[in-house]
């Protein structure tokens, strides 16, 4: 019985699926599932394609040519779904033969994390690439209209204030850094256009980096059970007793 841990955290996940793609698992497929079903796919695909398998496992495999594969869950907020991706290398077996996989950087089909985030190749000032993450362009648009319109509401500060503290508090990638940037641009302009007669704009709040994030974890099985009770996915970490 394959029992995957679930990260605690969406960054955390995120992360380890850009580390996945840096490492040569650059195929994918996803979806959505039941909360009933999830621990029947994690274990069809350990069965099928030794997504459980150690790191010696996947050298064997590596050095066969056969190709390795990962699975990431994590919980769809307000849902009893879970979010799903399927992560494999290049390499024969049944993997390739069996699934619809996709590479992760075809500009139609790129991985994505809920249509907001979106992973891809990056150009770096050397002339070479790295891997991160960055707003869809349907996410940023969104932005972009949201502090237009919190800010032309000349009389209502605190949608403003709401709208660039959320955005500081997006998930720091350098894709997505850039992005955010770009916006704080956009907010200090419209600002400085509607609201001119009004002093400056708030002080931007800094942007946060992503480093090597710590990982936190649950059995599958047992945020399967938590859930079925309707309680939280997680335990709290303080002390006080859940219903």
């Known amino acids: 019985m394959f029992d995957p841990d679930i990260q605690k955290y969406k960054t955390v996940v ?30 069809k695909f350990a069965v099928l394609y030794e997504i459980d398998a150690n790191e010696n496992r996947r050298s064997y495999k590596k050095r066969k040519g056969e ?6 869950l994590f919980p769809k907020k307000n849902s009893d779904n879970f979010h799903w991706w399927l992560m494999a290398t290049e390499g024969t077996g049944d993997i390739h033969n069996s699934e619809k996989l996709i590479k992760i950087f075809d500009k139609h089909n790129r991985l994505n994390w809920n249509d907001d985030y979106e992973l891809l190749l990056v150009p770096k000032i050397n002339g070479k690439h790295s891997i991160s993450w960055r707003m869809t362009r349907k996410c940023y648009q969104e932005w972009n209209d949201r502090i237009r319109k919190s800010i032309r509401q000349r009389y209502n500060d605190d949608k ?29 302009g419209e600002w400085k256009r509607s609201r001119k007669q009004t002093g400056e704009a708030p002080k931007l709040p800094p942007i946060g980096y992503v480093r090597g ?10 945020m399967v059970t938590r859930l079925k009770k309707g309680l939280r996915p997680f335990p709290r970490t303080d002390s006080n007793q859940e219903a």
């Open 67 to 72: 190709a390795n594969g990962f699975l990431y």
């Open 14 to 43: 995120m992360q380890r699926i850009q580390q996945a793609a840096s490492r040569g698992y650059i195929y994918y497929t996803s979806g959505e599932i039941p909360l009933s079903k999830a621990t029947n796919l994690a274990n």
């Open 213 to 222: 994030l710590k990982s936190e974890t649950i059995p599958l099985s047992l």
């Open 160 to 188: 403003a204030k709401q709208a660039i503290w959320s955005l500081s508090r997006a998930p720091g990638f350098s894709g997505i850094r850039e992005q955010v940037k770009n916006l704080y641009k956009l907010y200090a």
